[in-house]
């Protein structure tokens, strides 16, 4: 099994920036990409950024909505993944997810989730 802990939420003013983090433990080769999605009150969840276990960096995803704010990254030493969160936005306020896949098998949202961490941005 795999468990994701995520943490660094908080109630911050628009402009201002957050790190999350997510630490994997279990077993963690299981696993081959990773992610974090969203949720906002009263609406779905959406996935904002992956990122690859094999080329990190190399190969990421954004949505449109937080590209060039948003940087994911991963530590595999640490079996940690990161999003490091700049520019915020009223509109970013929300419980983050991290998210593991089952390499290759489903969708990274049939995966391993965590608990959520919670996001606030005040004007």
């Known amino acids: 099994q795999v468990q994701l802990a995520e943490s660094g939420g908080d109630s911050v003013y628009a402009g201002g920036s957050l790190k999350l983090s997510c630490v994997v433990s279990?077993?963690?080769?299981?696993?081959?990409?990773m992610g974090w999605y969203r949720q906002a009150p009263g609406k779905e969840r959406e996935l904002i950024s992956t990122?690859?276990?094999?080329?990190?960096?190399?190969?990421?995803y954004y949505d449109a909505s937080v590209k060039g704010r948003f940087t994911i990254s991963l530590d595999n030493a640490r079996n940690t993944m990161y999003l490091q969160m700049n520019s915020l936005k009223t509109s970013d306020t929300a419980v983050y997810y991290c998210?593991?896949?089952?390499?290759?098998?489903?969708?990274?949202?049939?995966?391993?989730w965590g608990r959520g961490t919670q996001v606030t941005v005040s004007s």
């Open positions: 998210v593991a896949d089952r390499c290759g098998l489903g969708r990274l949202s049939d995966g391993y």
């Open positions: 990122i690859s276990k094999i080329y990190g960096d190399a190969d990421t």
């Open positions: 279990g077993d963690t080769s299981r696993t081959c990409g």
